[in-house]
Every structure is written in C-alpha cells, then in structure tokens.
C-alpha cells in the first residue's frame, strides 16, 4: 500500500494524489532543464574564438608580357590580429589549392614576424603558372614551399587560412574574394 499525502489549498479544495504526483514529477523535470541550461551556459565561453579578422580579400591575374613568362593569381588579405597571442600563419587555400603564405608587416617581408594584438598584416600567396621568371626583391623560394598541414578545402569564393595560436591549429575562413583588374605586366 502506498502513503500519499494529499495537499489542501487555503479556500479547501484537494489535490488529487494522482495530479500530485504529476506535480513532483514536473518539480524534477524543471529541476533538469534548469541544471542543463546552467551547465551548458558557459560552454559558449568554451568555444574557440577567432583569433585574427580578414578586412578585405582580393585577387587578381596577371600576364607576363614575354612569351614563356607565366602567368597566374596572386591573392592579398588584409588581416588584423585580435588576441594577444602568439600566432603563426602557414597555408591558405583556394579551390582545393594549399598555397604558403607569406607575411608582410608594414612594408617588410619577414618569415617569422612577431604579431602583437591590433597589428595589420598582408597575407599574400600566388598561384603561378609554369614559366614564371623571378622578380628581383621578391621572398625567398622557401617561403612558397608547400603548408606544413594537410587538409583539403574546396569552397568556390572562399579562402581558408590555416595558423597556430600558441601552438594550437586555428581554420579561419574568409570571402567573399573580391577580384582586381587582370595585370598585364611588360
């Protein structure tokens, strides 16, 4: 036999235990969704935040004048750090492409710069057809050695960026890509 107590409201009217019952059942289920949204709250907190921001994407093809010179993209983000971490960029890719990139802080050229919160880097990478001449000035040919991680994107009008944040692999995506004028070099 099962003891059940049965409520009575101040005007005398009763519960019946049955109804009571549903009601205590409710009280745990209320209790649940409670713990579960206090729970899961803070895992917005939890989820990676972009640690760099693209302010504008573009390409633009090129020609060169002589015959055997090549021709290919060449791709220019424009990008500003948010954190205040240490952060490495190594591949882009375009159309399934991985491509290196190179960084240029200011107006330099450097491999291995040091990027602070705030700053404004280029991120630039090309895609070169055979026959391409050297330019004199331009990176190293190390520095357009192929991306040290292996992924495969392939997202028409998108570019994806791969770098490490305090040693950990980030994936930011960025497009749309906004195309310049072809360049017809001499």
Known sequence: MRLCLTPVFPTGERISPSCYENSFRMKYIWKLIYFLLVAFSGMAFMLPHPMIRVLDATSQTWTAGIAGGGSGINYAL??????????????????????????????????????????????????EHPGRIPVPGEAPAQAMAKPTVKQNFNVPGKIFISYFANNRKQIYTAGPIRKLEPENRP
Not at 91 to 111: L, R
């Open 78 to 127: 424009k990008v500003v750090i948010l954190k205040n971490k240490k952060i490495t960029f190594d591949s882009a890719w375009v159309n399934g492409q991985a491509f290196k990139i190179q960084v240029i802080k200011g107006a330099v050229y450097n491999p291995n710069p040091v990027l602070n919160q705030h700053d404004t880097v280029i991120l630039r990478f090309s895609d």
